[in-house]
């Protein structure tokens, strides 16, 4: 999916999908930008080669710093350690 956003979606410099304004397929794609660097952090695992892909990097960067979406993101810290408790509770759970 990230090399087809890349190659394809991200091209001749567009800030976002649609041109220079955020629209529904920037929405759409905001698991790309949010989610794969709370997964990331959580799971301390390696998602992407940043240097692969400049463009989603980029698109990354553009779409959070829209006031209405980085106003209503939820806090990649706090999303993380309520990931971390709940992996703890299945790990307990699964050794009793």
């Known amino acids: 999916m ?3 956003m890349e190659e394809y979606a991200l091209i001749g410099g567009k800030k976002f999908f649609g041109g220079d304004e955020i629209n529904m397929v920037d929405i ?3 698991m790309v930008a ?3 660097g709370v997964i990331k952090d959580a799971a301390g695992l390696k998602v992407f080669e940043p240097h692969k892909f400049v463009q989603v990097i980029s698109w990354i960067q553009n779409f959070k710093s829209v006031p209405v979406i980085k106003d209503n993101l939820p ?3 706090k999303i993380v350690a309520y990931l971390m408790r709940r992996k703890e509770i299945l790990l307990t759970s699964k050794s009793n």
């Open 2 to 4: 990230l090399e087809a």
């Open 28 to 30: 759409a794609f905001c």
């Open 34 to 36: 949010h989610w794969l």
């Open 75 to 77: 806090k990649t810290d």
